[in-house]
């Protein structure tokens, strides 16, 4: 193997390790509002487990992960508001895949101040949606990172 083949492989072989870890890189959103008692955080029911989770989900193409992460708010809680295009952080978690694998993703957790709530939204029949103080919030989830986050959060009013 030539100096050149083997750069060119080198540089091939990342690029494929990156392409696979960008499908596991996920955006979300804390969805937020004032509350009689301070912030309150809306959280959603994953599909399958029923767990509690913030909206989250794969990059949509074309768009930042600050906007999928609006984009999966609509989508699977109904929210409309303002999303803030600065992360507030990162956290893993293990998604099980209908394979019966489990697989680890990293969500990218971005703030979105809720204007709207719509109760005509693409997952409707499929979640259910909670507003939770944020103390409370961050107790219901199950990932440790992401409790760290939600209670970590300090929006900016």
Do not use: H, N
Not at 91 to 100: D, E, F, M, V, W
Request: with cysteine; charged share 30%.
């Amino acid at each position: 193997m030539t100096d050149r083949t083997a750069t060119f492989a080198s540089q091939l072989s990342r690029l494929v390790a990156a392409a696979s870890r960008s499908k596991r890189l996920q955006s979300g959103a804390i969805c937020w509002r004032e509350g009689p008692k301070g912030v309150e955080v809306l959280l959603v029911t994953t599909r399958r487990t029923g767990r509690w989770t913030p909206p989250k989900g794969t990059r949509q193409t074309g768009k930042s992960l600050a906007r999928s992460a609006a984009a999966e708010a609509w989508e699977e809680a109904g929210v409309v508001g303002e999303i803030d295009p600065v992360p507030l952080g990162r956290y893993a978690y293990l998604k099980y895949k209908t394979s019966g694998a489990w697989e680890k993703r990293t969500v990218e957790l971005y703030a979105l101040k809720v204007a709207d709530l719509s109760d005509d939204f693409p997952e409707a029949g499929e979640r259910v949606r909670a507003w939770m103080p944020q103390a409370d919030a961050a107790k219901a989830v199950r990932e440790r990172g992401l409790a760290r986050l939600i209670r970590a959060f300090a929006p900016i009013r």
